[in-house]
Structure formats: structure tokens, C-alpha cells
């Protein structure tokens, strides 16, 4: 019986941990101090590419010469809020071939060099925080089944 007991609260704190890295995850769009600083962050480093109204790059869905596909847009008309937002971070984080695999090729690189978690977070806050409702509400309920 003693031995259960340990097992039990190592699992009880596992999951506990857990919890708080998924929680640390997601990027909260409803603090304004959050969203202001991943709007500036977004403006230094993802406009360039992503455009200064998370519109995107002509063309999104077609193919490059190089193969790849030109940057797609972060506002509703693109299909980042159909992802959840471990997805999201990680795409962020290590770059979209990083997580799409399979010899996947794509210029949009990794930021783990550059920004922070919490920076990186904030980043997502401010994008999610254009979307309407309609396309928040589903980008929620997708982060909450992972």
C-alpha cells in the first residue's frame, strides 16, 4: 500500500505540471498589455512577410518556383486559426517544416533564436485578438481538445 501512495502523487503532480505547460501554451488575447507587445513584435518580425494587416502574401495557396508556399495570411482569411495553439507555437518556434515533417520544405524558419516563450505567446495573443468571433470560437475549442 505505501508504495501506491508515492506512485499516486508523482502522477497527481505530473499531471499537474502538465496542466500548467499547456496553460503556458496558450496565448491569452484578452490582456491588452500582452497583445500590445506582440503586436510590436509581430511589426519587427513577422510583417515583413506576413504583411502589416496579417494579410499575407499574394498567392498564398500557390506554389512558388522554388516549390514552397508564399507566406499565408494571420487574419481570418487564412487558416491559422484552424490550428490550436501548441500547433501555433511550436510552427513559431521551430518552423513549419520542423513541424509538417516528411521533407516538408518552407521559408518560414524557427524563431527559438529570437524570441522568447512569452514573446512568442504574445506574438499569437495579438493575431488571435483580429480574428472575429466565429473564427475565435473555433480556434478555442480546437486548443482545448489538445
Not at 70 to 92: C, Q
Not at 126 to 138: G, L, N
Amino acid at each position: 500500500m505505501m508504495l501506491r501512495i508515492p506512485t499516486l502523487i508523482g502522477l497527481t503532480a505530473s499531471a499537474i505540471i502538465a496542466t500548467w505547460i499547456l496553460v503556458g501554451l496558450r496565448a491569452d488575447a484578452e490582456n491588452a498589455e500582452t497583445m500590445a507587445l506582440g503586436r510590436t513584435i509581430y511589426e519587427a518580425q513577422c510583417a515583413a512577410c506576413h504583411g502589416a494587416q496579417l494579410e499575407g502574401q499574394p498567392d498564398w495557396q500557390m506554389p512558388l518556383p522554388t516549390g514552397r508556399l508564399p507566406a499565408p495570411p494571420h487574419d481570418a482569411t487564412g487558416h491559422t486559426w484552424h490550428h490550436s495553439d501548441e500547433i501555433l507555437f511550436r510552427i513559431v518556434k521551430e518552423g513549419t517544416a520542423a513541424i509538417v515533417g516528411g521533407g516538408y520544405e518552407s521559408d518560414m524558419s524557427g524563431f527559438a533564436d529570437v524570441l522568447s516563450d512569452a514573446e512568442i505567446r504574445a506574438v499569437l495573443a495579438y493575431i488571435k485578438s483580429t480574428w472575429p468571433e466565429r473564427e475565435r470560437s473555433y480556434q478555442e475549442k480546437i486548443t482545448a481538445r489538445h
